[in-house]
């Protein structure tokens, strides 16, 4: 039988976005586990977050609701990856299109 982990408090909870803008360098991912963990540091989400990208969007999407200040998000070096992981990226870009069209705060550009 599996044992499930147990989560603490810390792990559950989500964490305080440490910077705004948020600036996402993807010139520092080598790969897809190194995307997912930039975005959930840079998005303060919960350390228990899955690295996939359903995971990234339920949890990223509630991530700015009810929250008064406006969120500038900017995209670094993204056309530095292989395009390999930029076509990994692609249902990401897609989640930020979402999260801008479902709250008003929320601003997104791609800078290089």
Request: with cysteine; proline share 4%.
């Amino acid at each position: 039988m599996i044992e499930r982990k147990k989560y603490t408090q810390e792990e559950l909870a989500y964490r305080d976005i440490p910077e705004n803008p948020i600036i996402l360098d993807f010139s520092k991912c080598d790969d897809w586990y190194d995307i997912h963990k930039m975005l959930n540091d840079k998005f303060g989400l919960p350390l228990f977050c899955g690295m996939n990208w359903d995971a990234f969007w339920d949890l990223a999407r509630s991530t700015f609701y009810g929250r008064g200040e406006n969120y500038f998000i900017e995209i670094h070096n993204f056309y530095s990856m292989t395009e390999e992981y930029q076509d990994y990226c692609k249902p990401m870009l897609e989640i930020f299109e979402d999260i801008q069209k479902e709250n008003s705060n929320v601003f997104f550009a791609y800078i290089s």
